[in-house]
């Protein structure tokens, strides 16, 4: 199992685990996870985190049940996997982001069932860190299509459909609804 940890910050030697900046609204029996925790990513969901750090974006893709009128309004004809949506005034901003990717040793990783993150209640030392430019292109060799829109609110709609959709800080678009 490959497990990641991206950030803006190249200099980290070991994690140490934080509460989330941010508390989800969680079960009694999931609320640890807003507690301390170091997180991590597996490698075919590391797609998500392809953005400068308070890029707001949503990625899409299509499962087993996505019906052909959600793949045709949302995807198109595009042959990429996933679709990745941001707002225009990033697009330079991920053009030229660089981002720094720590590869995670797994073995104190739990998973937390809930969209291929992984924790560890424990300090961790990364493997190893890469730098990644030109992140547009770091999506284009994942095989990410990325769009650009005026808002990411026009996008709101595709939690409707039949496709995955993950949005990840969406607190920064425009006009996104708290």
Known sequence: MELFHFSDD???????PRPVRIPASRSPEREWMNGPLVWAIDRPHSVLYLFPRDCPRIVIWPTARTTDEARSKWIGSSSAGPVAFIEAGWLDRV?????????????TFE???????WVSRMAVRPNRMETLA??????????????????????RPVWDSTLHASGIRLRNAMNWPQ
């Open 10 to 16: 190249p200099r980290i030697e070991v994690f140490e």
């Open 95 to 107: 053009r030229a982001g660089e981002i720094y990717r720590y590869e995670m040793p797994a073995d």
């Open 111 to 117: 998973n937390t069932q809930d969209a291929a993150m």
């Open 134 to 155: 030109a992140l547009d292109r770091c999506l284009s060799a994942a095989g990410v299509e990325l769009r650009s829109l005026d808002r990411l609110t026009a996008s």
